[in-house]
Nanobody, 127 residues
């Protein structure tokens, strides 16, 4: 599985951005695509995830109601719409993926739970 993220940029607080993640290789409906972010000097944190089969979603509390994860199956592309951005949303955003387990089906919020990672895209929000 290969992942390619794009769409980062610089915006003012209150602005919006849309990130994209193109998946290739064996990525399919048996996978979950997630987004993480890493602020300078901080650990990488879970942001959102989507079950590629059925489209169920999961969000971190800090972005619930402001960010929306979606997908275009035909393009094998995931999106993360970032609205009402705050300076604390600044960081490098990574898309990641793992193959869902047939036995234990719970959302993974830890970095180690994801097997595939794309290169990050930088989001900078100024006050």
């Amino acid at each position: 599985v290969q992942l390619q993220a794009s769409g980062g940029g610089s915006v003012q607080a209150g602005g919006a951005l849309r990130l994209s993640c193109v998946a290739s290789g064996r990525f399919s409906t048996g996978y979950v695509m997630g987004w993480f972010r890493q602020a300078p000097g901080k650990e990488r944190q879970f942001v959102a995830a989507m079950n590629w089969s059925g489209g169920r979603t999961d969000y971190a509390d800090s972005v619930q109601g402001r960010f929306t994860i979606s997908r275009d199956n035909a393009k094998n592309t995931g999106y993360l719409q970032l609205n009402s951005l705050k300076p604390e949303d600044t960081g490098v955003y990574y898309c990641a993926a793992y193959r869902r387990s047939a036995v234990i089906d719970v959302w993974r919020h830890n970095v180690g739970g994801y097997d595939y990672w794309g290169r990050g895209t930088l989001v900078t929000v100024s006050s």
